[in-house]
């Protein structure tokens, strides 16, 4: 999987190439569940085995990455308000701007032809609170963007721990910790009308998974190694592990959240730690092509919905094709859209939002690893 390579700066902890291999392996594996979702409403003859539902797990790991990498750039932040509202508006260039233009044009299908994206007239009924990611327990209308709730929510969490000096930033997290835990007590039985899902996404289970990923990101920073090899080796086995688990027992992963963050967050905790762990110690980095998907992950995840239900409907149909190539198509398409919105959507989008804040800024991590 990884190729040996001297790194370009191993005093610089923030430019960690593994990361974007692990960012493509976790699109790639969200891209194969929906992609086998489509299957099952379009045809009988579907070939994506049924495995492929371990997809879900992809959103685990992008979560723990988000929880690594946000330690990783903020680390450095003085505690001042003007560093964490820097951070804020960082972050805030990262995800809106990109989402919004998947927005609109999912917007624009949705208003003259539902049918092809799968929604009935008039389900979404929450559009203003879909637009700027508001918490609602109403069907979104890009579907992927619940991801970017617990995103947004976790930049909120880390903007508060910046302003506090970084010997009290471990015992902010652990408050935090607590909160969701006696919380979640409250929340998960009550009703909705007592339990916003604002409130209830702020003590969510999945939140653990930005927690995991900061604690291997503390590790990194400030502990000398902690054997990378076995800890990703044995990553990756329990990674393997939780896959079998979880398609032989027909866990179903809605009745607790839990189960996914003990059977995919956690062991991916361990393989991000054991991948950034071996690149930095002994140049082991992921070959480039796969450095290239991670890059575009974003524009990847939040395109892809889109264009399987536009392609797949249209060639689904067509009967003389058979389900393989159907497939192959649809992937292959969508990931290509995917890559080249990176380079002349999000990227520009990107540099002109996050350029209106001026030259100077506190993010070391640059943007491929933000």
Request: proline share 5%; with cysteine.
């Amino acid at each position: 999987m990884c190729e040996r390579a001297i790194p370009d700066s191993r005093d610089d902890p923030t430019r960690v190439v593994n990361v974007q291999g692990l960012r493509a392996l976790a699109v790639l594996l969200v891209m194969f569940l929906h992609l086998r979702d489509l299957e099952r409403v379009y045809r009988a003859d579907a070939v994506l085995p049924g495995w492929a539902d371990i997809g879900h797990s992809g959103v685990d790991l992008f979560f723990v990455i988000s929880g690594f990498i946000m330690v990783l750039i903020g680390h450095a932040y003085p505690a001042t308000r003007g560093a964490a509202g820097r951070f804020l508006y960082h972050r805030w260039a990262r995800i809106y701007p990109t989402y919004w233009f998947w927005f609109l044009l999912t917007l624009a299908f949705y208003l003259s032809a539902p049918a092809w994206l799968r929604f009935e007239a008039g389900q979404v009924t929450h559009l203003v609170e879909s637009f700027f990611l508001i918490p609602t327990w109403t069907p979104q209308l890009v579907p992927v963007s619940w991801t970017l709730k617990y995103e947004l929510y976790f930049y909120l969490i880390f903007s508060l721990v910046i302003l506090v000096p970084a010997r009290r930033r471990i015992l902010l997290l652990l408050v935090w910790a607590g909160y969701m835990l006696i919380g979640q007590q409250f929340c998960y039985d009550a009703p909705d009308v007592l339990c916003h899902k604002s409130l209830f996404l702020t003590m969510h289970p999945l939140a653990f998974e930005f927690l995991f990923g900061a604690v291997v990101a503390g590790i990194y920073l400030y502990r000398r190694s902690l054997h990378p090899r076995f800890i990703f080796i044995l990553g990756s086995c329990l990674l393997v592990g939780s896959f079998v688990i979880y398609i032989r027992s027909g866990v179903n992963l809605d009745d607790n959240s839990w189960y996914r963050v003990l059977l995919f967050g956690f062991p991916s905790a361990l393989l991000l730690y054991g991948c950034v762990e071996l690149e930095r110690q002994q140049g082991l980095r992921v070959p480039a092509w796969v450095v290239v998907i991670g890059n575009a992950s974003y524009s990847i995840y939040l395109s892809h919905f889109l264009l399987f239900d536009l392609l797949y409907g249209r060639l689904a149909t067509l009967s003389v094709l058979p389900a393989a190539l159907v497939a192959g198509i649809v992937f292959t398409l969508s990931l290509g859209v995917g890559l080249m919105a990176y380079r002349w959507v999000e990227r520009p989008l990107l540099h002109l939002s996050r350029g209106c804040f001026g030259s100077a800024r506190y993010d070391p991590a640059g943007q491929k690893a933000a």
